[in-house]
């Protein structure tokens, strides 16, 4: 079966400290998606990055940054230099790579970052 | 391009009335989902439509629920004889058919069963 952990329910930092979310996942397949999106208050699921697989390249773009090691099962992100604004609870989620597509999301992330 | 879009965005229902959201899709997306999300929880997924078709139903939807897309645009998710454990935010999502798996995601229903 498939399953994603956010072992961190809550994290708080200081602005312009750098934090990392963990997410950990297990499945069966061989090829799947992992994604990262981002929940602020308001609600909407925003998406932030996705990853194949079989590309174990680790991206940056800004001052966020994904680490993804398939020997780990773990895709873990970074937020550099934390600002106010990414104050949100974030979601790490698991698809197959075929049929639905469908998602299984781990438990969220809730980051405060303090002025 | 707009969004997807979702209505109404809050809901209050009294026990066993019967109530329907509405979620439209980004107009060339041809796959739709449902998912639902319970306070401090991720969300967990319900349905899933290509086009009309509905291809997939989670065992988390009773009986009470349905679902449906009946000309493959926009969705609507019925629930009948509402019960307090019913109270959530309802998202719906979409995607296209190209290569990458990313699904857009609406701003949500919340449902509160009183």
């Known amino acids: 079966a498939q399953k994603v952990t956010q072992a961190q329910t809550e994290i708080s930092v200081v602005e312009k400290e750098d934090v990392t979310l963990d997410c950990v996942y297990e499945t069966r397949d061989t090829t799947y998606y992992l994604f990262w999106y981002k929940q602020p208050p308001s609600g909407e699921l925003v998406f932030l990055i996705r990853?194949?697989?079989?590309?174990?390249q680790n991206e940056i773009s800004g001052r966020y940054s994904w680490n993804f090691q398939k020997s780990t099962s773990s895709f873990n992100f970074t937020i550099t230099a934390s600002q106010v604004v990414d104050s949100a609870v974030y979601f790490c989620a698991l698809s197959e790579m075929a049929g639905t597509y469908k998602y299984i999301f781990g438990t969220g992330t809730r980051l405060k970052v303090l002025a | 391009d707009t969004g997807v879009s979702q209505d109404p965005r809050h809901k209050i229902t009294k026990r066993g009335q019967n109530v329907t959201f509405r979620c439209d899709p980004i107009s060339e997306h041809n796959r739709l989902y449902w998912y639902r999300q319970t306070l401090g929880q991720g969300p967990e997924f319900l349905t899933y439509?290509?086009?009309?078709?509905?291809?997939?139903k989670s065992r988390l939807l009773s009986d009470r629920f349905s679902a449906e897309r009946p000309k493959g645009s926009f969705s609507t998710l019925e629930i009948q004889r509402t019960e307090q454990g019913d109270s959530a935010m309802y998202l719906c999502?979409?995607?296209?058919?190209?290569?990458?798996?990313?699904?857009?995601f609406g701003p949500g229903t919340r449902l509160t069963v009183t």
């Open positions: 999502a979409s995607r296209g058919t190209g290569g990458s798996g990313e699904q857009y």
């Open positions: 439509f290509q086009n009309e078709a509905q291809l997939e």
């Open positions: 990853r194949n697989s079989f590309d174990e």
